[in-house]
């Protein structure tokens, strides 16, 4: 038993090698420039990829590591998936015609809870929470509730992983983030 379990860990390992999910919560820009300027928690994370590359398995492996399992400290990375107190997984197109993220998490995500529930969760910890936002280039069209989150103009201190096709996001939107990763 217990050998079989030693196999399982060393094969997840190599399986693993390839890229830690969890890595993407650190800061990754530009090869050349310096390390200093780096935000180590960056706050705006873009995942670009073609499609098939993985983005949507990305964020649907990240909400299911932190919904259904615990950490077992072996995530490599600091901050990993669990060390937020809430996630928030939507696609773009679900922000679409939204005037309030509480609104739309409660539409698309807690249809049980009334709206006060909502905002109270969303607005507890507004620095440990991450919204993964999936599909920018399929949800970005009149998305108004999607640039303010971009910008920080509302949840300006919650983390927000957003994937996308490569060069949907432009300037001046695609300057709010401060880390990006392509898959
Ligand atoms: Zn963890």
Same mark, same amino acid.
Not at 85 to 92: E, G, N
């Given at each position: 038993?217990?050998?079989?379990?030693?196999?399982?860990?060393?094969?997840?390992?190599?399986?693993?090698?390839?890229?830690?999910?969890?890595?993407?919560?650190?800061?990754?820009?530009?090869?050349?420039?310096?390390?200093?300027?780096?935000? +180590?928690?960056?706050?705006?994370?873009?995942?670009?990829? @073609?499609?098939?590359?993985? #983005? !949507?398995?990305?964020?649907? &492996?990240?909400?299911?590591?932190?919904?259904?399992?615990?950490?077992?400290?072996?995530?490599?990375?600091?901050?990993?998936?669990?060390?937020?107190?809430?996630?928030?997984?939507?696609?773009?197109?679900?922000?679409?015609?939204?005037?309030?993220?509480?609104?739309?998490?409660?539409?698309?995500?807690?249809?049980? +809870?009334?709206?006060?529930?909502?905002?109270?969760?969303? @607005?507890?910890?507004?620095? #440990? !929470?991450?919204?993964?936002? &999936?599909?920018?280039?399929?949800?970005?069209?009149?998305?108004?509730?999607?640039?303010?989150?971009?910008?920080?103009?509302?949840?300006?201190?919650?983390?927000?992983?957003?994937?996308?096709?490569?060069?949907?996001?432009?300037?001046?939107?695609?300057?709010?983030?401060?880390?990006?990763?392509?898959?």
């Amino acid at each position: 038993m217990h050998n079989t379990f030693n196999k399982r860990a060393k094969d997840k390992r190599i399986e693993k090698k390839e890229f830690g999910q969890d890595e993407v919560f650190v800061s990754h820009r530009d090869e050349g420039s310096s390390s200093a300027k780096k935000p +180590c928690n960056p706050k705006r994370i873009l995942v670009e990829g @073609d499609p098939g590359m993985g #983005k !949507t398995t990305l964020c649907q &492996d990240l909400a299911f590591r932190w919904a259904r399992q615990e950490c077992t400290g072996e995530c490599k990375c600091a901050p990993c998936v669990h060390s937020w107190y809430v996630v928030i997984y939507l696609t773009a197109a679900d922000l679409q015609g939204y005037q309030d993220i509480h609104s739309a998490v409660k539409d698309h995500l807690l249809s049980d +809870c009334d709206i006060d529930q909502v905002k109270k969760a969303l @607005d507890f910890c507004e620095d #440990k !929470t991450l919204f993964i936002i &999936d599909s920018f280039d399929e949800g970005h069209k009149d998305n108004v509730l999607l640039r303010d989150l971009i910008k920080g103009k509302v949840h300006a201190n919650a983390t927000l992983l957003l994937t996308s096709r490569p060069n949907y996001l432009q300037d001046p939107l695609k300057k709010h983030f401060q880390s990006g990763v392509s898959l």
